[in-house]
């Protein structure tokens, strides 16, 4: 026991000490990966603007005219609500409406029964909430010396729902694919790392490492950029190539927010 701690604290000694130049700028960074996704799916829309429309009207049974208003609302709402995140303007407004382009999006492309796809969605929600708790910490920061106890237990609670949603996505990397010896080291250590986050221990360390490991991870399997502009495929890897880098936005969050109230890491400080 004696040793893990050692072997903790130098992990995050080494860490912070690698992390330091950029960490001014982890909040930023976090908040364009975050939404990165919502502006690439909109790019994809009106590009492929004719083929989206036919897909809907001919597969999900869209009428005639609703499925352009669907596809223009899906990509005025992105584009505003990215944007707003961004720039840290009615934030809460904007998760709010990214959140709407998620459930519509699944339902309207009859998706919501595709495991994967649903769970890549929750880690994208997760990392909405855990932006969505930086703006209610945030708010709660300027009104300090005022009573506060509903917003502080509501940026508590974000966090807590932010961090246990953020892990869907590398439980669906897990569980897709081919079962090795390689493959079932990495899937054990991520595991220990993901109920690490939920529990909130060493949660800043944890979701270092994840982050880490899904840079690798983007790169080598989601190589979108590889794959023929022709090919069936290519825009689903360069999809679950954005959404990666959203939810790696969220783990970053984590690290400049930390845990949040309801976690072991901020129990320990209290005593």
């Not at 991870?217 to 959203?246: E, G, M």
Request: net charge positive; charged share 15%.
């Amino acid at each position: 026991m004696e040793f893990v701690r050692s072997f903790s604290s130098r992990m995050e000694d080494t860490l912070a000490k690698v992390s330091y130049p950029i960490k001014p700028y982890i909040p930023a960074i976090a908040r364009f990966l975050l939404v990165v996704t919502f502006f690439e799916d909109s790019f994809r829309i009106v590009v492929q603007w004719t083929d989206q429309v036919r897909y809907l009207e001919k597969y999900q049974g869209f009428y005639s005219g609703f499925s352009q208003l669907f596809l223009a609302l899906n990509v005025l709402v992105m584009m505003t609500g990215s944007t707003m995140a961004i720039a840290k303007k009615y934030t809460e407004h904007a998760i709010l409406g990214l959140f709407a382009v998620v459930v519509s999006q699944t339902i309207g492309y009859g998706l919501i029964f595709d495991l994967r796809f649903f769970l890549h969605n929750l880690s994208v929600v997760g990392g909405l909430l855990m932006l969505l708790a930086d703006a209610l910490a945030k708010k709660k920061n300027v009104f300090a010396g005022l009573p506060t106890v509903a917003t502080i237990d509501k940026s508590t609670y974000f966090q807590l729902a932010g961090r246990i949603l953020l892990i869907f996505l590398f439980l669906s990397l897990v569980f897709a694919g081919e079962m090795n010896a390689t493959r079932l080291v990495f899937s054990i250590i991520g595991f220990v790392a993901c109920t690490m986050v939920v529990v909130g221990f060493k949660a800043k360390w944890s979701a270092m490492f994840l982050v880490l490991f899904l840079s690798i991870f983007n790169v080598i399997i989601n190589n979108w950029w590889t794959i023929h502009h022709a090919h069936p495929s290519r825009d689903f890897v360069k999809y679950d190539f954005f959404q990666t880098l959203s939810i790696m936005g969220g783990f970053m969050l984590l690290i400049s927010l930390g845990p949040g109230g309801i976690s072991v890491d901020e129990k320990k400080k209290n005593f």
